[in-house]
Nanobody
Framework: QVQLVESGGGLVQPGGSLGLSCTAS????????MGWYRQAPGNQRELVAT???????TYADSVRGRAFISRDNARGTVHLQMNNLTPEDTAVYYC?????????WGQGTQVTVSS
């Protein structure tokens, strides 16, 4: 079955950076358009960035210029580099398909931005 495993979160000070990774199994990764999402407490899950199977990327306005999504088809991984982090970036970050239908959600990885 499909399994998505996110990692790389942690506690970082404002202005810092983090690199998130997601390993996907059970899907034909090389043809899958993938996305990173985040959900802050009390908020709905929001799409942060997407990358197509061909490498075309999109970003939410809230992270554009600070976030960089990439993929490694050979390893079945998708990455999200987040720079110049602010407290508003605090959330649980998830990867999944770039659009519905979504696969079962993984546990996510917690990113906390605080001094």
């Amino acid at each position: 079955q499909v399994q998505l495993v996110e990692s790389g979160g942690g506690l970082v000070q404002p202005g810092g950076s983090l690199g998130l990774s997601c390993t996907a199994s059970g899907i034909i990764f090389r043809v899958a358009d993938m996305g990173w999402y985040r959900q802050a407490p009390g908020n709905q899950r929001e799409l942060v960035a997407t990358i197509t199977s061909g490498g075309r990327v999109t970003y939410a306005d809230s992270v554009r210029g600070r976030a960089f999504i990439s993929r490694d088809n050979a390893r079945g991984t998708v990455h999200l580099q987040m720079n110049n982090l602010t407290p508003e970036d605090t959330a649980v970050y998830y990867c999944n398909a770039a659009r519905p239908p979504w696969h079962p959600w993984g546990q996510g990885t917690q990113v906390t931005v605080s001094s």
